[in-house]
Structure formats: structure tokens, C-alpha cells
């Protein structure tokens, strides 16, 4: 069994329920429903973005967008399913890209959520549009969605010479300059860092620097070579290195290093030891989490995007009727739903026919069974993100 020290301060609702504004987000669900407890509408209206990133996981930023028309109906759609299945601010709106801040009609979709007040909103950035406008227009944003606002930020390294490793020179000082203005505002953010080979030694500057910029989550990510990524496969870590670098820094970290790594696998590791038993499987597939891209297409999470994977096309389908698909979806999914593990990288590798990654995966597998604990006392079965890519 895994040394953790216990979670201070955490009791069982707040483990296991996001009730407050700017508490943080664990993507979960409830084994025995196969649905998400908060439910998650991912939306990339565009692929373009200002910057090229090195590992991006798309393979082009093409400048297709969906109309405004189809987003706000999206937004309408999504609000009655959410009111109805999970009450008020029981769903996100997360909007990502490509960058969100290059489509034209952004204001536009927060003025509507601003208008419903009954969504959670997400927004992910590379953090390098840092005009004082969009900091007042966000705060005034968070303030009408009772605190239910929060950015994540990416930043791939503790210093100008990690981060341009992927994002390029200069990008630095522009995304620290952006952390600033959500600081100075009071605006709730996560951080996105993708781990890779030049970046792993950083993790305990990256906390100091999450701390000292108001940071309230770490989203520590393992790089995947697809996509503009692809060329960099040298650069990933395996797998079960990387879960013990994050292992012993989440074990050896204090109060406020274990709540930043929320959601991270040995945060939900700890969490199986004292809280619940888990269900060990990835919840793609579950009711609630819908990915939408620029055509239109639907899928059940960004990283299960596959031409036999789409559950419909928002074009010429609601999300309600979108929605009746995810259960088949998910009884197809299951044969690459190993324990731990992200369904969508394990499918990649498996269509890749790439027995090296592979191999990584099942090594990490076979170290966490090991520890496995099904309680008999904690019968509530979890099931979580192990990929963290939203």
C-alpha cells in the first residue's frame, strides 16, 4: 500500500460534492449511473488561435467557427437539460479552442450565460490577451454567475526557458502578465502544465509560482504525441515515472499542495484509501460530458475524438436527442477502459498499433492495482478523468 498522508480538512460532501463557487473541480461521476455528478458541455467554436504550440494535440489550427447562432441555441439547449437533471449551476459551459479569445463572438456567449444565470462557466487560454477590458468584463461576469467562473490558464513551466520550449519565446512574460490581471481582479483560475521531459524536474517551482500568482488548482498533465504533437515523441515520460514524481510530490506537499492538486490520479488515489471505493475506469462514455468542435461534430470528451467515436452533429441535432447515444457509446468504449487509464490516449495507441506506449500504460496499471483498496465500509463507487484535458 501507498504511504499518503491524509487529506486535512477535507470531509465527505466536500470530497465528493462542488457546491461553492471557485472550489476545486474533480471531474467525477457516479459509477452505478454511468453520469457525471456535475455535468460538463465542452465547446471549441474554433481551432484558430494565435499561437503554435509544438505539442498541440490538434493537427492543424484551421479557421473554421461555428456560427454564433448555433453556439447561443447550444447554450439554450444545454441550460434546460442541466436545469432538469441536475439543477441550477449543476453544468458547466467550458469554452476552449484553438484559443477562445479570437472568436469573434466570445462576449456574446458570456453575455448569454450572464443573462441565464444558471451555468457553470470554464474558459481555457494560453493567457496571452492582457487587456485590462477583458479582466473588468470577466470580474463583472463572476459577479452575476454568483462566483461560478473560473479560467484555467496554460503554462507548460516554472520559467521563460521551459515554457518557450513549447509556447515560444516570449509567451512567458505575456501569460504571467495575464495571471496578474486575474489576481488583481479576484478571478478564480486552475493552471495547465504539461509535463514532459524539460519541464519535470520544475514541479516544486511551478507550486511556488502557482501560490505566489493566486492559483487555486494545478492540472499537472502528461504529454500525448498527437496531432502538431506528434513530432515530439521523444519528449514524453512514462507513465509510471511520471505518477511517482507526482506521487511523492503530492505525499511529501502540505495542506495547500494536496487541495492544488485536486483530481490529479494521487489525489484520487489518497481519496480511495479514505473516502470511497472507485470504480477505477475513465468516464468517457458517462451522461453529461459532450465535447462540440468547430463542425458541429459531438463527441463524449476531447480526447476521444474519432470518426466511429461522434454521437452526432450539432447542425442537425439537439443535444437532448445527442444525448440518447452516450449509453451505446460507452458499452463500445469499455473494451479500451482500463483501470486508471484514459480511454481515448489508450484507443490512440491501440489504432497506432504502438506497443512502447502501450507497454508504459499496462507498467502504471499493473503498479496501481497493486495498491488497489475496494472498501467495504465506503460502498459509494466513483468514477473520474485520469486525463484532466479540459
Same mark, same amino acid.
Given at each position: 500500500?501507498?504511504?499518503?498522508?491524509?487529506?486535512?480538512?477535507?470531509?465527505?460532501?466536500?470530497?465528493?460534492?462542488?457546491?461553492?463557487?471557485?472550489?476545486?473541480?474533480?471531474?467525477?461521476?457516479?459509477?452505478?449511473?454511468?453520469?457525471?455528478?456535475?455535468?460538463?458541455?465542452?465547446?471549441?467554436?474554433?481551432?484558430?488561435?494565435?499561437?503554435?504550440?509544438?505539442?498541440?494535440?490538434?493537427?492543424?489550427?484551421?479557421?473554421?467557427?461555428?456560427?454564433?447562432?448555433?453556439?447561443?441555441?447550444?447554450?439554450?439547449?444545454?441550460?434546460?437539460?442541466?436545469?432538469?437533471?441536475?439543477?441550477?449551476?449543476?453544468?458547466?459551459?467550458?469554452?476552449?479552442?484553438?484559443?477562445?479569445?479570437?472568436?469573434?463572438?466570445?462576449?456574446?456567449?458570456?453575455?448569454?450565460?450572464?443573462?441565464?444565470?444558471?451555468?457553470?462557466?470554464?474558459?481555457?487560454?494560453?493567457?496571452?490577451?492582457?487587456?485590462?477590458?477583458?479582466?473588468?468584463?470577466?470580474?463583472?461576469?463572476?459577479?452575476? +454567475?454568483?462566483? @461560478?467562473?473560473?479560467?484555467?490558464?496554460?503554462?507548460?513551466?516554472?520559467? &521563460?526557458? /521551459?515554457?518557450?520550449? #513549447?509556447? *515560444?519565446?516570449?509567451?512567458?512574460?505575456?501569460?504571467?502578465?495575464?495571471?496578474?490581471?486575474?489576481?488583481?481582479?479576484?478571478?478564480?483560475?486552475?493552471?495547465?502544465?504539461?509535463?514532459?521531459?524539460?519541464?519535470?524536474?520544475?514541479?516544486?517551482?511551478?507550486?511556488?509560482?502557482?501560490?505566489?500568482?493566486?492559483?487555486?488548482?494545478?492540472?499537472?498533465?502528461?504529454?500525448?504525441?498527437?496531432?502538431?504533437?506528434?513530432?515530439?515523441?521523444?519528449?514524453?515520460?512514462?507513465? +509510471?515515472?511520471? @505518477?511517482?514524481?507526482?506521487?511523492?510530490?503530492?505525499?511529501?506537499?502540505? &495542506?495547500? /499542495?494536496?487541495?492544488? #492538486?485536486? *483530481?490529479?490520479?494521487?489525489?484520487?488515489?489518497?481519496?480511495?484509501?479514505?473516502?470511497?471505493?472507485?470504480?477505477?475506469?475513465?468516464?468517457?462514455?458517462?451522461?453529461?460530458?459532450?465535447?462540440?468542435?468547430?463542425?458541429?461534430?459531438?463527441?463524449?470528451?476531447?480526447?476521444?475524438?474519432?470518426?466511429?467515436?461522434?454521437?452526432?452533429?450539432?447542425?442537425?441535432?439537439?443535444?437532448?436527442?445527442?444525448?440518447?447515444?452516450?449509453?451505446?457509446?460507452?458499452?463500445?468504449?469499455?473494451?479500451?477502459?482500463?483501470?486508471?487509464?484514459?480511454?481515448?490516449?489508450?484507443?490512440?495507441? &491501440?489504432?497506432?498499433?504502438?506497443?512502447?506506449?502501450?507497454?508504459?500504460?499496462?507498467?502504471?496499471?499493473?503498479?496501481?492495482?497493486?495498491?488497489?483498496?475496494?472498501?467495504?465500509?465506503?460502498?459509494?463507487?466513483?468514477?473520474?478523468?485520469?486525463?484532466?484535458?479540459?
Amino acid at each position: 500500500m501507498q504511504n499518503f498522508a491524509k487529506i486535512p480538512n477535507i470531509g465527505f460532501l466536500e470530497a465528493f460534492e462542488d457546491k461553492m463557487p471557485n472550489a476545486n473541480y474533480i471531474m467525477q461521476g457516479r459509477a452505478k449511473e454511468k453520469a457525471l455528478d456535475v455535468y460538463h458541455l465542452i465547446i471549441a467554436p474554433t481551432y484558430a488561435c494565435n499561437l503554435r504550440c509544438r505539442h498541440c494535440y490538434l493537427p492543424n489550427h484551421n479557421q473554421d467557427i461555428l456560427p454564433k447562432d448555433i453556439v447561443l441555441r447550444l447554450i439554450d439547449e444545454w441550460n434546460r437539460i442541466v436545469l432538469e437533471e441536475r439543477g441550477r449551476y449543476g453544468g458547466i459551459f467550458h469554452i476552449k479552442g484553438g484559443e477562445p479569445f479570437v472568436v469573434p463572438y466570445l462576449w456574446d456567449i458570456i453575455d448569454k450565460l450572464v443573462k441565464l444565470q444558471s451555468l457553470r462557466l470554464m474558459l481555457t487560454t494560453n493567457g496571452t490577451f492582457t487587456k485590462e477590458d477583458i479582466f473588468k468584463r470577466l470580474s463583472d461576469c463572476r459577479d452575476a +454567475l454568483d462566483g @461560478y467562473l473560473t479560467i484555467i490558464v496554460s503554462l507548460d513551466g516554472a520559467t &521563460e526557458e /521551459t515554457h518557450a520550449i #513549447l509556447r *515560444g519565446k516570449g509567451q512567458f512574460v505575456k501569460t504571467l502578465k495575464f495571471l496578474n490581471g486575474l489576481q488583481k481582479y479576484g478571478i478564480s483560475f486552475y493552471l495547465n502544465c504539461v509535463l514532459h521531459k524539460g519541464n519535470i524536474n520544475e514541479l516544486s517551482a511551478y507550486i511556488n509560482l502557482a501560490n505566489e500568482y493566486g492559483a487555486t488548482q494545478i492540472n499537472f498533465l502528461n504529454f500525448i504525441p498527437r496531432g502538431n504533437g506528434s513530432t515530439l515523441r521523444n519528449w514524453q515520460l512514462p507513465h +509510471l515515472e511520471l @505518477y511517482e514524481r507526482l506521487e511523492e510530490l503530492y505525499r511529501n506537499g502540505n &495542506e495547500q /499542495t494536496k487541495k492544488m #492538486l485536486a *483530481g490529479s490520479l494521487p489525489d484520487i488515489k489518497c481519496r480511495e484509501i479514505y473516502y470511497c471505493s472507485t470504480s477505477r475506469e475513465c468516464v468517457a462514455g458517462y451522461r453529461g460530458l459532450l465535447y462540440i468542435t468547430p463542425n458541429g461534430s459531438t463527441f463524449t470528451c476531447p480526447n476521444v475524438v474519432y470518426p466511429n467515436t461522434s454521437l452526432g452533429n450539432v447542425f442537425n441535432q439537439n443535444l437532448k436527442g445527442i444525448m440518447w447515444n452516450v449509453e451505446e457509446l460507452y458499452n463500445r468504449l469499455k473494451v479500451y477502459s482500463g483501470i486508471y487509464l484514459c480511454t481515448g490516449e489508450r484507443m490512440l495507441y &491501440e489504432m497506432e498499433k504502438d506497443m512502447f506506449r502501450l507497454k508504459s500504460l499496462r507498467a502504471l496499471q499493473t503498479y496501481l492495482d497493486k495498491s488497489y483498496l475496494n472498501h467495504i465500509l465506503k460502498p459509494l463507487s466513483i468514477s473520474y478523468c485520469f486525463n484532466r484535458n479540459w
